[in-house]
């Protein structure tokens, strides 16, 4: 079946400019999970989902980043006023919804802001 | 707090040598561990795990033991291949705190032929 799928693959923006990041997990899975992967950083989490509920958004950096689900499926991660520090690779992960099972992670969106 | 210390890279390595990859944990609570692994190109894909003490993760004739005794699950290969080429990244997980994954910096190996 499919994967997780992510849009866009690549985004190029302006410092300042608001951006959205796209999340599809796969079919049935309750659990939604956002990381970040940049240079200086590592790989890092961001936000955690249950259904359309989010009981961990310690990682979100700064108050510029908010997460939403809809109807227990698709994610949308938006950044406002983009900083270039926000460059990385924004990945998505589901699972089938306890916390003990295994992550599948989409290919991720590559955001670069100029 | 919750943390993983993997070996830095690039390590490079000739085809059918032995690998080993150091990974260290700190973290409270009893964790589960993981070893993901990314591929050029690709996503990140769960290569092994191990959810209790002494257990040992295997796939693809990669192996890990969790040692809780040194807080480690060192990633092994026997015999490493060119398409063992890719960016390894140890992890832990604490079972009550929603699931989030704890990754270290990543470990590129390189395989010659």
């Known amino acids: 079946g499919a994967g997780v799928s992510q849009s866009p693959s690549n985004k190029v923006t302006e410092k300042g400019k608001d951006v959205e990041l796209r999340c599809d997990p796969i079919?049935?899975?309750?659990?939604l999970y956002w990381y970040r992967q940049s240079l200086g950083q590592g790989l890092e989490f961001l936000i955690y989902?249950?259904?359309?509920?989010?009981?961990?958004k310690s990682g979100l950096p700064s108050d510029r980043f908010s997460a939403e689900r809809t109807g227990g499926s698709v994610s949308t991660l938006t950044i406002q006023r983009t900083q270039q520090e926000d460059s990385a690779v924004y990945l998505c992960?589901?699972?089938?919804?306890?916390?003990?099972?295994?992550?599948?992670f989409g290919p991720g969106t590559r955001l670069l802001v100029l | 707090g919750n943390s993983v210390t993997q070996m830095e890279g690039p390590v490079t390595l000739s085809e059918e040598a032995f690998l080993t990859i150091n990974c260290t944990y700190t973290?409270?609570?009893?964790?589960?561990l993981f070893w993901y692994v990314q591929y050029p190109g690709e996503g990140l894909q769960l290569l092994l795990k191990?959810?209790?003490?002494?257990d040992k993760g295997s796939n693809k004739g990669f192996e890990a033991t969790y040692r809780k005794e040194t807080t480690s699950f060192h990633l092994e290969k026997g015999s490493v291949q060119v398409s063992d080429s890719a960016v390894y990244f140890c992890?832990?997980?604490?079972?009550?705190?929603?699931?989030?994954?704890?990754f270290g910096q990543g470990t590129e190996l390189s395989v010659k032929p």
């Open positions: 191990a959810t209790k003490a002494d």
């Open positions: 989902f249950q259904g359309n509920s989010a009981p961990d």
């Open positions: 992960a589901s699972s089938p919804g306890q916390s003990q099972e295994t992550q599948y």
């Open positions: 079919s049935g899975h309750t659990a």
């Open positions: 973290a409270t609570g009893y964790p589960s």
């Open positions: 992890a832990l997980r604490v079972g009550n705190q929603g699931g989030k994954l704890i």
